[in-house]
């Protein structure tokens, strides 16, 4: 027998570099200004920060949000 902890958890809610983006919609899951159906998993884990081009991107990167 084995036992799955988590299914369907593999993606975190919340992202190390989309949250400090000001192109970040907060009102719709994953999404933003860029890739309004959805950022891309390398991105939203943080495995690229979104600084240069990235495919499909509409020409938008990553723009620090106003601090507070």
């Known amino acids: 027998m084995s036992v799955t ?4 958890h593999d993606i975190p809610v919340y992202s190390e570099v989309c949250a400090f983006c000001r192109h970040l919609n907060v009102t719709k899951r994953r999404s933003c200004s ?5 950022i891309p998993t390398e991105i939203w884990n943080g495995e690229n920060n979104h600084k240069k081009p990235y495919p499909g991107d509409n020409g938008i990167q990553f723009e620090s949000a106003k601090t507070f």
Do not use: M, N, Y
Not at 5 to 8: A, E, F, Q, R
Not at 34 to 38: L, N, R, W
């Open 34 to 38: 860029a890739f309004p159906d959805e």
């Open 5 to 8: 902890i988590d299914k369907g």
